[in-house]
């Protein structure tokens, strides 16, 4: 049907209705009744009722349509037609009334029954609302937190507003002692011990250089001993222990390690100057100042207290007269570095000294395991504190051995430890070496000059 529709329209496009016929109406009798019957097999032919089918279209424009009545149509060969058999029973019925689905009805109203009210009365109750109380007495995890804090001694609340107070009201005791008590104990620790060093002559920075230059005269004699062959001694320490080339050359070649033998004497030339200088010089008297070897702390840190526990007492400063000692100095040596621990049992001070800026717990708490086991019930932690001490630091990794000898005869001296520096190594290594030799701190090497101006 639609092939036979297309060749319709496709033929009336190339085959043009004649004017003529078509202004006056006048048709051929014999032709118009031929092409009448041929139109009229066609439509007997294609006039089954398709549903859903549109009508067929106009054979011609509307605007080129005949006046007459009469329909012209051109003729079609029947044999050119298709037909289609189409089963009328079987196709689903077209619904042609589509009014009521384009303008759907309203549904019909019905009202609902009005809803009984009481009249109200004099006796009927107001409406209750919440209030505050009520939300406190929800038994929440909150509330029970906000009634726990109420409870705590804090006393009355401070506000904000105090801060614009002209003068700051005292705030009661029992607010702050739980918060702050381990603080405030810890400083008046501090404050007892410096009221203590109150009597002490306070370590004082030398005004222009820290460190009197050597003579030529003495520089020429410690070149001299460089040259000194094997076996000979070059100096000899206050104890007796003679020292050598090889010792020497430790402390004099720059960024050498110094070992133990120039330790040990240095210290020992520093403890002879204080009991010099404080007149605790006889045979029978205890000492007042001491210096443990290189040793003592190593051995501590590994075998305790056990380890050492007769070595105050060959200094004659074990036990209780340990707390009548003024300056205990001891070396340590970890992890190849050398730095410097200062007891001062009178004082109940521990000072710690490091050239690489170590605070030294490790070490402070080493320290007390040994004065636990050295005064036994006599010992009061409480008592004792740790000092924050300042040294000077080294610029490489060589010359802690010289700043821990220079930190002691700074302290021995009452001299501020930073007082020195780096820059002044070479000088100081020649120094050692130069005091080792002249047997002390005497003569050309007094500490105070003519002038009364204390020098390295």
Known sequence: MKRFLSWIRRRSEHEPVQDDV??????????SSKVAEEIQKNEDLF?????????????????LAPRDEQLQEEFVPVDTAQEIEVDVSTAPQLHTDLGSYLHPRRPKYTPSPQRFRPPET???????????????????????????????????????VSLFYPKQKPLPDNRVASILAPEWERREKERRALEGLAGRPARVIPRGPAVRPLSRDWMMKVSEAMRTLQGYAVARSPSGDDLYQRDIATCIK???????????AYLTVLVQYLRQSTGNTAPNERPKFHAFNTFFYST?????????????????????????????????HQASHWTLMVVRPMDRTIEYFDSLGARGAREVEVMKKWLRGELGDKFDEEEWTFLPSVSSQQDNMSDCGVFLLINA???ALGIEPTAFGARDTVDLRMKIVAELMNGGLHGHFCPVDKMGQTLL
Not at 51 to 57: L, M, T
Not at 301 to 317: E, L
């Open 22 to 31: 078509l202004s006056t109406g006048a048709l051929d009798p014999l032709r």
């Open 47 to 63: 006039s089954l009722p398709i549903p859903g089918a549109f009508p067929p279209s106009p054979s011609v424009s509307p605007r």
């Open 122 to 160: 004099a006796t009927s109750k107001p409406i209750r609302r919440p209030r505050f109380q009520d939300d406190l007495a929800i038994d929440d995890p909150y509330s029970q937190q906000y009634r726990a804090f109420e409870k705590l001694p804090f006393g009355r609340p401070v506000s904000a």
């Open 254 to 264: 720059p960024l050498a390690w110094l070992n133990d033998e120039i330790i040990n």
């Open 300 to 332: 501590l840190r590994d075998k305790g207290y056990q380890g050492v526990r007769r070595w105050a007492n060959r200094a004659k400063i074990g036990g209780e007269a340990l707390l009548d000692v003024d300056t205990v100095f001891i070396p340590v």
């Open 409 to 411: 005869k700074a302290i």
